[in-house]
C-alpha cells in the first residue's frame, strides 16, 4: 500500500494540480497546518484524507507520517506535480529496489533556459552528491522512515536532514514538475544561490533556526 503525503499551508492553487496528478496512489494524507484559504476544502473534494497539526514542513511530514496507513509512503510538496508514469516507475522501484530510498527528477514548470540549467544542477547535486531535496518527491519504505527515526520536527532542512539519514536515494525513471513561481519571483539565480547558501550553513553546523531567516528574510 502506498501512502502520499503532503504538507499544505495557503496552497490551494497549487493543490489541486497536485492532487489530481496522484490518480493511482492507495491513498493520499494532505496535512494542513493552519489555512486561511480553501486548502483543506480542495483535499477533501478531491478525496484526500486531512490532517491538521502545527505549521512547519518537519512538523507536518511528521504528522502525516504517523497518520498514514501504508507499507510505502511517498512525501510530496504541494507545488509539485507528478507526470503520467509515476505509479509504473514507484512500482519498479519497489519491486527492484526495496531497501532503497528513491526520488523523482527534478523539473521546472518554465520554459526559460535558466530553469534548464537549474534543472542540470539538481541533476549533478543528486547524481554526484546523492542529495536530493524534497521537491524531488521522496518514496521510501515505512520499515526504512521508521529505522532513521523519520522526519525531524525542523523549520527547514528537514529533506536533507532525513536524507543523510537514509544514505543513497536512487533517482526513478520519472519527473517530479515543481512550481518556479519562487525562482521568477525572488530572481533564477538569487533564489538558487540562496538555496546554496542554506545548505552549506547546514553542513557547517548552523542552527537550522538562524538558516531559516536566510531562507525567508521577510
Known amino acids: 500500500m502506498l501512502s502520499i503525503v503532503i504538507p499544505a499551508l495557503n496552497s490551494a492553487g497549487e493543490l489541486s494540480a ?3 496528478a496522484l490518480e493511482g496512489a ?3 494524507v494532505v496535512v494542513d497546518g493552519g489555512s486561511a484559504d480553501e486548502s483543506v476544502a480542495v483535499a477533501e473534494a478531491m478525496g484526500a ?4 497539526s502545527p505549521k512547519g514542513r518537519g512538523v507536518q511530514l511528521r504528522a502525516g507520517a504517523e497518520a498514514a ?3 510505502w509512503l511517498l512525501f510530496l510538496h504541494a507545488d509539485t506535480r507528478l507526470v503520467p508514469g509515476w505509479r509504473e516507475a514507484v512500482a519498479a522501484h519497489v519491486a527492484e529496489c526495496a531497501g532503497e ?3 523523482f527528477r527534478f523539473r521546472l514548470d518554465d520554459r526559460a533556459w535558466q530553469a534548464r540549467l537549474i534543472e542540470a544542477g539538481v541533476a549533478l547535486r543528486a547524481g554526484l552528491l546523492r542529495l536530493p531535496y524534497g521537491d524531488q518527491g521522496l518514496l521510501l519504505s515505512r520499515a526504512s522512515y521508521d529505522a532513521t527515526g523519520g522526519f525531524r520536527p525542523l523549520p527547514l532542512m ?3 536532514d532525513l536524507v543523510r539519514r537514509l544514505g543513497r536515494v536512487r533517482v526513478l525513471d520519472a519527473d517530479a514538475v515543481t512550481s518556479a513561481a519562487r525562482w521568477r519571483k525572488d530572481g533564477w539565480f538569487r533564489r538558487s544561490a540562496r538555496n546554496a547558501l542554506c545548505l552549506g ?3 557547517a553546523g548552523v ?3 538562524r538558516i531559516a531567516r536566510v531562507y525567508s528574510p521577510s
Do not use: N, S, T
Request: glycine content about 8%; aromatic content about 4%.
Open 201 to 203: 550553513l547546514y553542513g
Open 69 to 71: 496507513r501504508g507499507d
Open 101 to 103: 530510498a528513491a526520488c
Open 158 to 160: 528537514e529533506d536533507v
Open 26 to 28: 492507495d491513498e493520499i
Open 207 to 209: 542552527p537550522v533556526d
Open 18 to 20: 497536485c492532487l489530481a
Open 49 to 52: 484524507r486531512v490532517v491538521h
